[in-house]
């Protein structure tokens, strides 16, 4: 279990026809020992580039990669993959087909860094870690004949068996069903924690990592976004992409008006603002450096709304509360999903699956301070904002 | 919480990155043993090329490539331009290519369009008799049509004088330039039917669409829709059989040679042999460079129009909608009896006559009476003869040995291209393509300079030696066996390499347990067919020949020559037997193979 420091790592690749592709543009990250660190991005945004990095399959044209006291990459210096001491797991599980699920997990052991096994006790230690995977009964199963769940613990089984130092996971739940893959989900992490390795996972499957991270690092063209554990980045986002990017969002174009007071119930280290828009003057919870007179996105999550039938139901102090028309509702098993027109924006937002909920009725939608970010938009790009509804964009120029 | 995004990271100022380097350089650091095959496959074909052109500019006393006084000179290629024995060989040439690939092509264009377009019957069928002979020896061939086509004995021109007014001897000759560019088209058939078959059906579906979308005529059809469609893809065979028809020596030489009709190819080897007189290296020299020029340009060109080699994978092909036209009545019963008499014609009658011939004394009209003097003696002479044993010994040894090498160094070849890309690869993509644009017997003149000039500067002994034909074998078939590996390895993600690099398995570790196991249906494929090549290989091993390192073919060659034809026809029949063999048993290994790794 070692910790993995990343300074400034870039990587450039030279086009044949002429001009570089920086993949990876001068990232830094420090993950702890025994950590599950979750690389999310879109495909194209560096995250599987950054790991074969680390992995030492991609040399990197600048700044240093350190695996515990070991600089591993560095300017001139290179310690090849083979000596790295590094399991990995690959998108399509990478199992040879020529050889038994057995055969697969030694050949690990065999090459191991960490002094090769051989003989009885080379066999032990593949049906060991072969039983935490639960494959302990097809040892000699042939790899052609494994379903693409038993593929991707041979895989496991075969990057952990010879205990490296890190774990790199390259979206290995991708190709499995979405029932298996919330199975998979929990095992994963279950075998992590039991082996006590540093696990570094790549996906862009936004609730993988939210469900399985410990710290995620959302990452954008070749960049990091934001780092911080699950709850950070999906309640507090760093900016408008990573809001959008780790869940639905409703996203609403305003001006700061003036900073206030936290309000009863919400936390007092936290600085709050009040954000002039078109639905009226609604109370945010200020993220990073917004202040006064700065041109903001408020985010609130369809969840955190509430639903109210009742248009003259008293409101909470520091509660926001605007009334508006049901125009769409879509029943969506354990709830349904509402779209409310108020004041020409539509929201989306989430009700009780067996509220009756009839499009034309007018309904009342509340949400805490603290449930509503002002954000800016810095990372944002032109795609992105094509992205929302035109009229809110239209909104926000008035 | 440990917030280190690249804009509010508070790392130590750092010292200042050096250049970025290019990402292949910094990998091929750690692979220093990887290169040693482009290494190899760029001496292997430069440094005899490069001894062939610079010994074109020099001149000796003792008339040897870099003999005693050698100095610098323009006199070889003076020589072969003033010399009045290059026009003949030159305008040959023209008349042999142009014509045998307007035979091979419009044979193979036609049957591929009644196989590919029409319900003809037994088509399938038909289409394996025609491309079979591609595992038919073309020394083999050329002695099959010698036989068929002699003017006083030959089984055609005896039918033919059978027509009133016609009186022998004659009217075909199989010494002319008419039979042997005839018979050389027929040599193309096989191989360009394969190339071109995927270019008929892939232009099926889209006219079938446009023809139904805009109603446009026949003609406009043709001329708007097909031609422009399969233009590029006919373009590429006819530029690659181009090269081959210029480079192609076995049907000339078994024909031409002793008649005296020479093509290029065969000029420069009865220079140096000629039946009087010493070897005129210097003006095989200067002839080898010019024919070696006159194919390698247009393998480059083909090169890059066609662009990477994988493209040439044409065979596959996508899958279309097979559409075919409906033959009807007549037209049906006429284009199948055209395709069933090709295949008797080209394919079973030459196969028939060396039968035949074989177990006749002397030679004979197939008759009824003939049929009373059927022995076997041809057989029992090439097992009894004292030189038989060692002859098969060299041919099995080269065999074995240049499939070996050839393997090796391809296999590695192909993991430069596909792997590591970079100089090496690049350098790789263009030999694994041009290298069919170096004559065969180029080649042969260029080693046999390179082992002249090395035994008399070191006394290797190389001249005229078994390790120098291997060498030759291995540089001919260094191409093409690329390609057949490069297309396995390309089967194979690198992700399978990429896991056992990460369990700390080093190259060479990667490439035994992994990659080669998993291509091992390609490297197969690629073994036999480069050892059948080098069993009917007729060019190299005949440029090259010296009492130490004779082969069947040149022995069949030898005996052919001498008028030994029973000999000859039964030594022939057997060396198709064992090429046919293995290339089946190539088939047979592949698609076994291809099933248990699903």
């Known amino acids: ?398 | 919480m440990v917030l280190s995004g690249p804009r509010t990271g508070s790392m130590p100022q750092q010292r200042r990155s050096k250049p970025p380097l290019r990402a292949s350089q910094a990998r091929s650091r750690s692979l220093s043993g990887a290169w040693i095959a482009g290494v190899i496959t760029v001496v292997l074909v430069c440094v005899p090329l490069v001894v062939l052109l610079w010994s074109s500019f020099t001149v000796s006393k003792t008339g040897l490539p870099f003999g005693a006084g050698s100095h610098l000179s323009l006199a070889n290629y003076r020589r072969v331009f003033t010399d009045g024995s290059l026009v003949h060989p030159v305008v040959n040439t023209l008349v042999f290519v142009v014509g045998s690939l307007a035979v091979g092509l419009l044979i193979s264009i036609g049957i591929a369009t009644l196989i590919e377009r029409t319900t003809l019957p037994f088509r399938n069928v038909l289409f394996a008799l025609v491309v079979a002979p591609v595992a038919m020896p073309q020394v083999v061939a050329g002695i099959a049509w010698g036989l068929l086509l002699d003017p006083r004995v030959g089984l055609i021109n005896q039918l033919l004088q059978a027509i009133p007014g016609v009186t022998g001897p004659g009217p075909l000759n199989a010494g002319s330039l008419g039979s042997i560019t005839v018979v050389e088209g027929f040599m193309l058939v096989p191989f360009s039917l394969l190339l071109v078959a995927p270019v008929v059906r892939s232009t099926s579906g889209a006219l079938e669409e446009a023809a139904v979308v805009t109603g446009a005529g026949r003609r406009a059809r043709l001329t708007k829709i097909v031609l422009p469609l399969m233009g590029p893809g006919l373009l590429a065979v006819l530029v690659y059989q181009f090269v081959t028809a210029a480079q192609a020596f076995d049907i000339p030489a078994v024909l031409g040679l002793e008649k005296g009709t020479k093509v290029f190819s065969t000029a420069i080897y009865s220079a140096l042999n000629p039946a009087v007189g010493v070897p005129d290296y210097g003006l095989a020299n200067g002839m080898s460079v010019l024919l070696l020029a006159f194919a390698l340009i247009p393998m480059y060109w083909y090169y890059r129009m066609v662009g990477r080699s994988e493209r040439f994978a044409v065979i596959t092909g996508k899958s279309y909608r097979r559409r075919p036209i409906a033959l009807k009545g007549a037209a049906k019963w006429a284009a199948f009896v055209a395709l069933v008499g090709y295949v008797f014609f080209v394919v079973i009658l030459p196969l028939f006559i060396l039968l035949w011939m074989s177990v006749q004394p002397f030679y004979a009209t197939p008759s009824i009476s003939a049929l009373g003097r059927i022995e076997f003696d041809a057989y029992r002479r090439v097992f009894t003869v004292s030189s038989f044993l060692s002859t098969v010994r060299n041919t099995l040894v080269l065999g074995v040995l240049a499939a070996t090498f050839v393997c090796v160094i391809a296999t590695m070849n192909s993991w430069l291209l596909l792997r590591r890309r970079g100089f090496f690869g690049k350098l790789i993509d263009v030999f694994a393509f041009v290298t069919h644009g170096i004559p065969g017997v180029v080649l042969g003149v260029s080693l046999l300079f390179l082992s002249l000039t090395t035994d008399s500067h070191f006394h290797l002994g190389l001249y005229g030696s078994m390790p120098l034909l291997v060498l030759g074998m291995v540089i001919v078939c260094l191409g093409l066996t690329t390609r057949i590996t490069t297309a396995g390895m390309g089967q194979i993600h690198r992700n399978l390499e990429d896991a056992a690099e990460m369990c700390g398995a080093g190259l060479f570790t990667r490439l035994r347990r992994i990659t080669v196991p998993l291509m091992s249906p390609a490297i197969a494929n690629a073994w036999v067919l480069t050892f059948a090549y080098a069993l009917s290989n007729l060019t190299l091993t005949v440029v090259l020949a010296s009492s130490r390192n004779r082969v069947v073919a040149v022995e069949l060659y030898t005996r052919w020559n001498f008028g030994d034809v029973q000999t000859a026809a039964a030594l022939g029949l057997l060396l198709t037997a064992v090429s046919v063999g293995a290339t089946v048993a190539a088939r047979r290994f592949t698609s076994h193979k291809e099933i248990r790794h699903g």
């Open chain 1, 1 to 398: 279990m070692k910790d993995v420091v990343l300074s400034r790592v870039e990587k450039t690749y030279s086009a044949t026809s002429g001009g570089d592709v920086a993949a990876v543009r001068g990232i830094d990250l420090s993950i702890t020992a025994g950590e599950f660190f979750v690389l999310l991005g879109a495909s194209g945004s560096g995250k599987t580039t950054l790991l074969r990095c680390i992995a030492g399959l991609e040399s990197i044209t600048g700044g240093e990669i350190r695996i515990g006291s070991t600089v591993v990459a560095s300017g001139s210096k290179v310690v090849p993959a083979v000596r790295r001491n590094i399991g990995m797991v690959f998108q399509d599980y990478a199992i040879w087909p020529h050889m038994t699920v057995g055969e697969n997990v030694e050949f690990a052991l065999r090459h191991a860094r960490s002094g090769s096994l051989k003989g009885e006790a080379a066999k032990k230690r593949v049906r060991e870690v072969l039983d935490v995977v639960g494959l302990g009964d097809l040892v000699n199963r042939g790899a052609t004949y494994l379903s693409g769940g038993q593929q991707q613990r041979v895989a496991l089984a075969r990057a952990v068996v010879a205990k490296p130092d890190v774990l790199l996971l390259d979206e290995p739940l991708s190709n499995l069903d979405a029932r298996l893959r919330a199975l998979m989900r929990k095992e994963l992490r279950r075998i992590t924690t039991e082996l006590g390795v540093t696990a570094i996972y790549v996906t862009h499957d936004q609730i993988e990592a939210l469900v399985m991270a410990d710290r995620i690092a959302v990452m954008r063209n070749g960049e990091v976004l934001q780092v911080g554990s699950p709850q950070e980045i999906y309640r507090t986002p760093a900016d408008l992409f990573v809001g959008e990017f780790v869940g639905e969002a409703n996203m609403i174009g305003g001006r700061v008006a003036a900073t206030v007071p936290s309000p009863a119930g919400c936390d007092p280290e936290q600085r709050f603002v009040t954000v002039q828009t078109r639905l009226g003057t609604l109370t945010a919870l200020a993220s990073g450096d917004v202040s006064q007179g700065h041109d903001v996105w408020l985010l609130i999550r369809p969840e955190s709304l509430h639903v109210c039938h009742d248009a003259s139901a008293p409101i909470s102090p520091g509660w926001n509360a605007v009334t508006g028309l049901v125009r769409r509702a879509d029943f969506a098993g354990a709830h349904t999903e509402l779209t409310v027109e108020v004041d020409g924006v539509e929201l989306r937002a989430q009700a009780h699956a067996f509220d009756a909920m009839s499009v034309g009725s007018p309904v009342t939608l509340t949400v805490g301070a603290q449930w509503v970010v002002a954000l800016t938009e810095r990372a944002a790009t032109p795609q992105a904002a094509t992205t929302r509804d035109a009229t809110i964009y239209a909104e926000r120029s008035h």
